[in-house]
């Protein structure tokens, strides 16, 4: 019980020291925008640009973190909460398969690594480990195009301003 | 070979600047030579110590100087009866002219040659060393002759000496008839070298640099002096100044002040705890816990941590940073 209290108290110290950094930093990586919920900061929200060269380009993605209260012995749980059309994102539950958030954790990692490596995995699907089996297969079929051009609808659809 | 181009280049501004002193302080300069005289017999009676006694005088014209053998040590020794037979000839044919106190037969170069370890040094080069240092300060010189003498009576020495040597061997292999004729030339050799230094003494300022410079491991100069032995130096330095926060380890990566695990501040225990060997530090409330709850992987370099790790505290860190500093500065005396 007393570590657990521990445990709730270290990870806040270490959320609250990640929110301070955000927010003194907050220019330095124009591509992620993390924001701490009002009255949990165990919940955060980040928006992320698309990389550029990509079919993610001109969108933005909203992303969902929730924080154990192990945090960082344990990693953050992260999701989409906008619609992707990507290998490693599950389409509907908007789930990440990547190795940072699982096993390869490292407690030195924090919430603006994270997305970093979420951008950088946007950037660099990996159609053989697919949460989203028809991106991985379009991709492990060679069908760039195909890939490329459903990605595309998707970003637009979800996560570009509506127009008009 | 690059020192002895330097060397030879620099020598020349300090034979001039050297040659008014020696003129005024000749007698001064004989006293030195009778201090010297005893400092070569403690040499002397070291090599016979640390070398072994080998009668034979008989030296082979062409030595492969580069060679690190016992032979050749034994060399260096019989090059150094011979030397100092050489000088006292020298010595005793007058302190005449100008520049009688002649170096190149003087301890001095010797010293200098046995610290550069050079195995190409020439005659000549060798001589405008000793020139070189002695315009530094003779005190300086005199403090370090006796700690080489005694700390460096290693092995590694005497065969530099050898190496460097081995050149004037061969030189005075083929005029062993006449000491005279050798001195003779070496004359001719310091009378250009002060005409070069004629010519370039109206530009001291770069002189002084090079002139130092070449000094590069002796330990009592200057530290601001641009050259590239400053970047030799520079490690141990680090490590003097380190080695009690035990820091050694990580070299330039800065202690952090608080754990970027849990962002508690470091305390003084935990600024001395290096868990793994990658620098990686954390608290050791950190350590314990991802031993203990966590995968127990360094969060720096994911590898596994040892059970025990590369330092429990400060005390057992200095220590364990001896071997480290040992062998660091093992390698710098093998470059030197």
Known sequence: MITLLHDYQASRARLFKEYKEVQREKSADPDIQLVCDDSNIFKWTALIKGPSETPYEGGVFQLAFSIPEQYPLLPPQVRFLTKIFHPNVHFKTGEICLDILKNAWSPAWTLQSVCRAIIALMAHPEPDSPLNCDSGNLLRSGDIRGYYSMARMYTRLAAMPKKG | ?336
């Not at chain 2, 100044?241 to 990566?253: D, E, K, M, Q, Y």
């Open chain 2, 1 to 336: 070979m690059g020192y002895d181009a330097m060397a030879n280049d620099v020598s020349a501004p300090a034979i001039s600047r050297d040659l008014g002193k020696k003129k005024r302080a000749n007698r001064s300069a004989k006293l030195k030579q009778c201090k010297l005289d005893a400092r070569r017999e403690q040499w002397l009676s070291q090599v016979k110590n640390s070398g072994g006694k080998d009668g034979s005088m008989g030296i082979s014209p062409a030595l492969p100087s580069p060679h690190r053998t016992m032979s050749l040590l034994r060399h260096s020794q019989a090059v150094l009866e011979r030397k100092s037979l050489e000088r006292e000839v020298n010595v005793g044919s007058g302190l005449d002219g100008s520049d009688s106190d002649s170096p190149a037969h003087s301890p001095i170069p010797i010293a200098n040659m046995h610290r550069k370890g050079s195995s190409s040094t020439s005659a000549s080069s060798g001589c405008s060393i000793g020139l070189c240092s002695r315009s530094v300060s003779d005190a300086e010189e005199d403090r370090e002759e006796e700690g080489k003498g005694e700390e460096k009576g290693g092995v590694d020495d005497w065969e530099a000496v050898a190496d460097a040597l081995s050149a004037v061997v061969d030189h005075t292999q083929d005029k062993s008839d006449s000491v005279e004729k050798e001195v003779c030339s070496k004359k001719d050799e310091d009378h250009q070298n002060i005409s070069r230094g004629a010519f370039r003494v109206s530009e001291p300022e770069p002189n002084r640099i090079v002139h130092r410079a070449w000094r590069a491991d002796d330990a009592s100069r200057p530290q601001c002096l641009p050259n590239l032995s400053k970047q030799r130096s520079f490690p141990v330095n680090m490590e003097r100044r380190f080695a009690p926060s035990a820091s050694v380890h990580t070299g330039i990566l800065s202690v952090p002040s608080s754990c970027p695990i849990c962002v508690e501040d470091f305390d003084v225990t935990d600024s001395s705890f290096l868990p793994c060997c990658c620098g990686f530090r954390i608290c050791l409330f950190c350590h314990k816990k991802i031993l203990e709850e966590g995968d127990g992987r360094c969060p720096g370099c994911r590898k596994q941590y040892d059970r025990v790790p590369c330092m429990e505290n400060g005390i057992s860190g200095v220590a364990l940073s001896f071997p480290c500093r040992f062998s660091r500065s093992f390698s710098m005396s093998l470059r030197s």
